[in-house]
Antibody, heavy 112, light 108 residues
Framework: EVQLVESGGGLVQPGGSLRLSCAAS????????MNWVRQAPGKGLEWVSY????????YYADSVKGRFTISRDNAKNSLYLQMNSLRVEDTAVYYC?????WGQGTLVTVAS | EIVLTQSPGTLSLSPGERATLSCRAS???????LAWFQQKPGQPPRLLIY???SRATGIPDRFSGSGSGTDFTLTINRLEPEDFAVYYC?????????FGQGTNVEIK
């Protein structure tokens, strides 16, 4: 069974940084591309970033390009999202996804 | 970018009735990489259907998905009280992955 467990969320001031982690199990992690998806309070779902299994291909949504960095450690079955220069509008629950399977999410709140 | 358009925006039904939700893609989805999620307030999205028609683990058989290409449907037979929620379709065929805007199934 695919299991994805996010961690690292919390309260951060505008301009600050946060690193999210996702621990994966139940499948051969290195064989699958992974994504981060987010949902702002009361809003719909927004794809944030993609990384291929080999790490050779990476994509970002325009809204986070240049500020967020996706990475993975296949030896540790882990996915990461380094978030810098955070803005109030980045406030959301962030989900790790091996589409179509998702974790339970971690809340990031950007506020002063 | 593949745009997913869900209809209707809101569906008002009574328990026991059938719900039919539509999701239309702006271009054909390869291998039917289309999923449906259910979301209740304060909870993460729950995977119902993947691959357009395969039920996820533990999902009751009153939920069924169908369709291919650009037109997909989620059907909920005999609505139970716990089925009233927001439903999203999601395509993971191409990058970027995209989502529909949601259909709110509310109690009439």
């Amino acid at each position: 069974e695919v299991q994805l467990v996010e961690s690292g969320g919390g309260l951060v001031q505008p301009g600050g940084s946060l690193r999210l982690s996702c621990a994966a199990s139940g499948f051969t992690f290195s064989s699958y591309s992974m994504n981060w998806v987010r949902q702002a309070p009361g809003k719909g779902l927004e794809w944030v970033s993609y990384i291929s299994g080999s790490e050779r291909t990476i994509y970002y949504a325009d809204s986070v390009k240049g500020r967020f960095t996706i990475s993975r450690d296949n030896a540790k079955n882990s996915l990461y999202l380094q978030m810098n220069s955070l803005r109030v509008e980045d406030t959301a629950v962030y989900y790790c996804a091996r589409s179509p399977f998702w974790g339970q999410g971690t809340l990031v709140t950007v506020a002063s | 970018e593949i745009v997913l358009t869900q209809s209707p925006g809101t569906l008002s039904l009574s328990p026991g009735e059938r719900a039919t939700l539509s999701c239309r893609a702006s271009q054909s989805l390869s291998s039917s990489y289309l999923a449906w999620f259910q979301q209740k307030p304060g909870q993460p999205p729950r995977l119902l259907i993947y691959g357009a028609s395969s039920r996820a683990t533990g999902i009751p058989d009153r939920f069924s998905g169908s369709g291919s290409g650009t037109d997909f449907t989620l059907t909920i037979n005999r609505l139970e009280p716990e089925d009233f929620a927001v439903y999203y379709c999601h395509q993971y065929s191409g990058s970027p992955q995209t989502f529909g805007q949601g259909t709110n199934v509310e109690i009439k």
